[in-house]
Nanobody
Framework: QVQLLESGGGLVQPGGSLRLSCTASGFTLQYYAIGWFRQAPGKEREGVSCIDSSDGSTYYADSVKGRFTISRDNAKNTVYLQMNSLNSDDTGVYYC?????????????????WGQGTQVTVSS
């Protein structure tokens, strides 16, 4: 059974950092593009970052460039999202997803498998 599991969310103060993890079971993440998405209350799900399976190319939404870093550890079958300099606009449920390729479009429709999400709350 294909499953993705996110972890690492929580409550953090503005300016703080969190590292999210996306771990797969039932398939090997190495062969998939992995994207991170987030959804704030009352808003549509939006793409945050993604990493390609072939050459490791990475893409970021303008809102997180320079603050977030996506990476993968194939030995652990895990993809990470390091989030620094967090602000209240980063609050939301964060999802990881797996798909055939990564593009700068960060489109929800490009991904086939989704995790259940982890809550990130940035508040003082």
């Amino acid at each position: 059974q294909v499953q993705l599991l996110e972890s690492g969310g929580g409550l953090v103060q503005p300016g703080g950092s969190l590292r999210l993890s996306c771990t797969a079971s039932g398939f090997t993440l190495q062969y998939y593009a992995i994207g991170w998405f987030r959804q704030a209350p009352g808003k549509e799900r939006e793409g945050v970052s993604c990493i390609d399976s072939s050459d490791g190319s990475t893409y970021y939404a303008d809102s997180v460039k320079g603050r977030f870093t996506i990476s993968r550890d194939n030995a652990k079958n895990t993809v990470y999202l390091q989030m620094n300099s967090l602000n209240s606009d980063d609050t939301g449920v964060y999802y990881c997803a797996a798909g055939p390729w990564a593009t700068s479009e960060l489109g929800v429709d490009e991904y086939d498998y989704w995790g259940q999400g982890t809550q990130v709350t940035v508040s003082s």
